[in-house]
């Protein structure tokens, strides 16, 4: 029961993975080769589920990692060995590919505050408002690393009463949809998606129960959710598209569930293990793929065919960086490997 409780996490993250991937393809293919051949017409809606995914997955995930007893600065320490040791391999990797071959352009210049926003991930999420260092990844990275700032405080809430904390979390999202009146985007606004965040703890706390009662409460809320977002109320406004990604994690974690997916769980284990590096990488990979590959592009097939390719190289670049940080991590294997090298040579 386990294993089929992580696989569906997986499969989500998963899907969320290759949907954020073909929401960019998409968006490259229009810019560099024309619109005729887009895989998804309507990807702007694809991208925001994608995002939703994503967010309610991180809320999912922590629920079921931080079982039992909770030590907030243990907490910490491994969220930040699990996002910034891969993220800061990346961008350096890139960073100087970038300056070798000139081949990007800051908006910041020479700025500390703005690498200081990089070493602390926030530059994507922030490069709408000020001068950034912005290079790999997304945006909902520093949105999710907020949110995992917020996380201790939101678990005690939680743990007296989830439904209650939800219930809060979705009044501030209203309010903030009623009330925002600032620059910075409302859709990257952490506390405007604290309710997607909330509803993935929710979600994990009543789906692992296996009680049928707990059961029928997902399908109600799922129900509202589905209700509420085809209605027209001016009032929700950009919270639908949050609500669509809602009731999407809902149908693909019991999909996962209750579906015969056993076949498919070492495709679904390695391409989840290795979605945070492409994740990272996606974003440089696609467009340099898209660049060198887009006269192949000349039917919808052709183009399918390309981004089955960018996957691919996406994916492989993943596990290369992954390998090289485990390495980086284990300094007697380089040394090791050094040293077995220099013996064969002599």
């Known amino acids: 029961m386990a294993n089929d409780r992580l696989l569906y996490l997986d499969f989500i993250r998963v899907v969320a993975n290759l949907a954020i991937i073909l929401f960019h393809y998409n968006v490259w293919t229009e810019r560099l ?31 079921q990692s931080t079982k039992g007893d909770f030590d907030a600065p243990s907490f910490y320490r491994k969220r930040i060995r699990a996002i910034f040791p891969m993220f800061y391999l990346v961008y350096a990797c890139f960073m100087g590919l970038a300056l070798v071959f000139h081949q990007y352009q800051f908006s910041a210049e020479r700025s500390p505050f703005a690498f200081a926003l990089t070493l602390i991930g926030l530059d994507g999420l922030l490069s709408t408002v000020i001068p950034t260092y912005y290079l790999v990844g997304e945006w909902f990275l520093g949105c999710i690393i907020v949110l995992y700032l917020l996380y201790p405080a939101l678990r005690y809430c939680f743990v007296r009463s989830d439904i209650l904390t939800l219930a809060l979390c979705c009044t501030v999202v209203l309010l903030l949809q ?68 809602m009731v999407a994690f809902v149908c693909l974690a019991y999909a996962a569930r209750f579906a015969p997916w056993k076949p498919l769980e070492p495709a679904i284990t390695f391409l989840s293990r290795y979605a945070y590096p492409a994740f990272l990488v996606h974003h440089i990979i696609l467009k340099q793929t898209l660049v060198a590959s887009s006269r192949l592009i000349h039917s919808t097939v052709a183009n399918l065919f390309v981004f089955v390719l960018v996957v691919i190289v996406v994916y492989s670049t993943a596990y290369a960086f992954d390998t090289v940080l485990a390495h980086l991590r284990q300094p007697g294997r380089i040394v090791g490997y050094i040293k077995a090298t220099a013996g064969r040579r002599s």
């Open 33 to 63: 080769v024309a619109a005729d051949f887009l895989l998804v017409r309507n990807y702007t809606m694809l991208g925001e589920i994608g995002v939703s995914l994503f967010l309610v997955l991180s809320g999912a995930s922590l629920s």
């Open 178 to 245: 009623n009330h925002y009146s600032f620059t910075f985007p409302l859709q990257r606004l952490p506390l405007f998606r604290i309710a997607e965040f909330v509803f993935g703890m929710f979600f994990l706390t009543r789906f692992t129960s296996n009680r049928p009662a707990d059961h029928l409460l997902i399908a109600l809320a799922t129900i509202v959710l589905m209700v509420a977002s085809t209605l027209d109320f001016p009032s929700l406004g950009a919270i639908t598209m949050n609500m669509y990604g």
